[in-house]
């Protein structure tokens, strides 16, 4: 794999995800919706994630893109938010830390997501980035309730996974 290939795969990543930026809250709605689904079994999103997607981006990446595409409105898109392994230390952590029977539950999830195959993955990282969401929702709700804003320090450590970590989860070479 040359240094222009790789240069390539980031210049489209980051074009996507500058697009996806810009989508209006209907089309991220749409993509949202279809969370889970593969692109051949997506509803009403198709213009959506095909005028996001630049068009270099070979054919068989499409259903990659499209992965991340509904994924990414249930990100916290602001800049510098972490990355997924972050993420879900932080989730595990909210839920109990290492002795709680429900982080030990994110445990299994987490191993059933690194061992699953590639037809279940887009069900499997759907589920987790849901549970990233939500649990992120919950945090913010606590320390809102714990006295107004939360602190720098927490808003921190609720941060979800963003666009830098969206254009992570794509692939950097073509897999054939």
Do not use: W
Not at 2 to 16: C, G, H, L, M, Y
Not at 69 to 75: D, E, I, R, V
Not at 101 to 130: I, P, W, Y
């Amino acid at each position: 794999m040359s240094d222009r290939t790789v240069t390539r795969f980031q210049r489209q990543a980051a074009e996507f995800i500058a697009a996806l930026e810009q989508l209006d809250a209907g089309g991220l709605a749409r993509l949202k919706r279809n969370a889970g689904h593969t692109l051949a079994d997506a509803r009403d999103v198709h213009r959506a994630f095909f005028q996001s997607l630049p068009y270099t981006v070979s054919e068989h990446l499409h259903e990659d893109y499209f992965l991340i595409a509904t994924l990414f409105p249930l990100a916290d898109n602001r800049a510098g938010a972490g990355n997924f392994g972050d993420t879900m230390r932080r989730v595990k952590q909210a839920r109990g830390g290492d002795t709680s029977g429900r982080a030990n539950s994110l445990d299994r999830r987490f191993e059933t997501l690194l061992d699953c195959e590639r037809e279940h993955l887009h069900f499997r990282l759907r589920q987790a980035v849901r549970l990233a969401a939500s649990s992120q929702q919950a945090m913010i709700a606590c320390s809102a309730s714990a006295g107004g804003r939360a602190s720098p320090a927490r808003r921190s450590s609720a941060a979800f996974a963003g666009p830098s970590s969206s254009a992570a989860l794509l692939p950097t070479a073509p897999s054939y």
